[in-house]
């Protein structure tokens, strides 16, 4: 069965730094591996994913994410922090065809002014 | 085009009860996976449902059961309500296989 971790549960960088979120996974087949973000007392906002393809992907809100088979990572990254990025971001995968997604437990990113 | 919907956003019940929590996917969507989050954790899949059939489900007790309706809507139900039930409860829906899913507002459930 696929899992994933995000081994930090809090990362603090301050405005204008690049930022990293880390994140690896286990799968038996071919990793669909998402990103998400969460607001407080909100749902998952949908950052990027990363199915096929350049192992270099960009997404929303200036974010992008780096795939690595060999580490088995997929870490999470903006060149430039900024305030409004301080929420709670979530790695998943899916192990295709299980549709079951299992997300990380969540890294709390904090930048600050 | 509105997102995913989900009702209530909050409910209090008590130990025991039953209850129903309600999802409209966005438009255009066809399957519906549930999650329940606990306190200071991540999503944990409860069970997806494509075509009015549950089609995956996760590690959680037969107390949890849902339904899908021909609109694509759906619910989820949780018998015997235990204390450790409490959580936000999220509805994502997707068009197909392996793309992203989106997910609504969620519904706090605190059970007393």
């Known amino acids: 069965a696929q899992s994933v971790a995000q081994p930090e549960d809090q990362v603090n960088v301050a405005e204008g730094n690049p930022l990293t979120v880390k994140c690896t996974y286990s799968?038996?087949?071919?990793?669909?591996l998402f990103w998400y973000v969460q607001y407080p007392n909100r749902g998952l906002q949908f950052l990027l994913k990363?199915?096929?393809?350049?192992?270099l992907v960009k997404g929303s809100y200036g974010f992008e994410a780096e795939f690595n088979k060999s580490q088995t990572s997929f870490h999470l990254k903006k060149p430039s922090a900024l305030v409004s990025d301080s929420a709670l971001y979530f790695c998943?995968?899916?192990?295709?065809?299980?549709?079951?997604?299992?997300f990380g437990a969540g890294t709390r990113l904090t930048v600050k002014p | 085009d509105a997102g995913v919907t989900q009702s209530p956003t909050h409910l209090i019940k008590t130990r025991g009860q039953q209850v129903t929590l309600r999802c409209s996917p966005k438009?255009?969507?066809?399957?519906v996976s549930w999650y329940q989050q606990a306190l200071g954790q991540g999503p944990q899949f409860i069970f997806q449902?494509?075509?009015?059939?549950?089609?995956q489900r996760g590690n959680f007790p037969d107390r949890f059961s849902g339904h899908q309706y021909p609109n694509y809507s759906s619910e989820l139900n949780v018998n015997a309500l235990l204390l450790g039930d409490s959580a936000l409860y999220l509805c994502?829906?997707?068009?197909?296989?392996?793309?992203?899913?989106?997910f609504g507002p969620g519904t706090r459930l605190t059970v007393l």
């Open positions: 994502a829906s997707s068009l197909g296989d392996g793309n992203e899913q989106f």
């Open positions: 799968v038996s087949g071919n990793p669909y």
């Open positions: 990363y199915i096929t393809g350049d192992n």
């Open positions: 998943a995968v899916r192990d295709m065809p299980d549709n079951d997604m299992r």
């Open positions: 438009s255009g969507h066809d399957t």
């Open positions: 449902y494509y075509e009015e059939e549950e089609r």
